[in-house]
């Protein structure tokens, strides 16, 4: 079965300042892999995903995230938040053809001015 | 991208009624839909997968006579919450998945539930 963890429950960062997001998965293949974010009472946005190739992807809203097969990560990134930027964000993994992905706990992000 | 929208965004009804969710696909039309849970500060739940026109199949532990799921048509699916109790409140996220929307899954804005 694949399992998502995102070590950090809070992030704070100040704006302009760059951003890491954690995120590590288990899944026994290669795996397909989101980044969503979600708004206060707001549904899921897909930021990025990975299904295959190039190992960094690029994203909506400046992010992107690496996969890294030998640390079995996907990790976002932002050079510079924006305070717009403070929501909730989910990794998930799923398995290839699959729709539904199995989702991390999430990281809260806090952006102080 | 797919457009998913969901009705009410919110909602609060008295402890012992129902309420019905709804999900629609307005720009695709879904083959299947999937209803999640959300806790407060927590992940999201798969409850169950609908696809038109068969009986949905539910995620181990989810009570199917609580959450009736239909998905009556290409663009539409509803979840109703019977008998609705304070342990039912919660915010309930349906997405969905056609021809459309490739290999991602489109999500709804979600409903906010509350039993009082």
């Known amino acids: 079965a694949q399992s998502v963890t995102q070590p950090d429950i809070h992030i704070t960062v100040s704006e302009g300042a760059s951003l890491e997001l954690r995120c590590n998965y288990s899944?026994?293949?290669?795996?397909?892999l989101f980044w969503y974010v979600q708004s206060p009472g707001q549904g899921l946005q897909l930021l990025l995903k990975y299904f295959s190739g190039d190992t960094l992807v690029q994203g909506i809203k400046g992010f992107e995230a690496e996969f890294k097969r030998s640390q079995s990560s996907f990790n976002l990134r932002k050079p510079s938040v924006h305070w717009s930027d403070a929501a909730e964000y989910f990794c998930a993994v799923g398995a290839q053809g699959s729709y539904i992905p199995t989702f991390g706990r999430g990281t809260s992000l806090i952006v102080h001015p | 991208g797919a457009v998913v929208s969901q009705h009410p965004s919110w909602v609060i009804c008295k402890s012992g009624t129902s309420v019905k969710i709804e999900c629609r696909s307005l720009?695709?039309?879904?083959?299947?839909m999937f209803w999640y849970r959300q806790f407060p500060k927590q992940s999201l739940m798969l409850m169950a997968t609908?696809?038109?026109?068969?009986?949905?199949?539910?995620e181990q532990g989810v009570e199917k006579d609580k959450f009736l799921i239909n998905h009556a048509s290409l663009t539409l699916s509803t979840l109703t919450v019977t008998s609705a109790h304070p342990e039912d409140s919660s915010f309930y996220i349906c997405?969905?998945?056609?021809?459309?929307?490739?290999?991602?899954?489109?999500f709804g804005q979600g409903t906010r539930l509350t039993v009082v």
């Open positions: 720009d695709f039309q879904a083959t299947t």
């Open positions: 997405s969905a998945i056609g021809q459309k929307s490739g290999t991602e899954a489109f």
């Open positions: 899944y026994g293949a290669t795996p397909y």
């Open positions: 609908s696809n038109e026109g068969s009986k949905a199949t539910y």
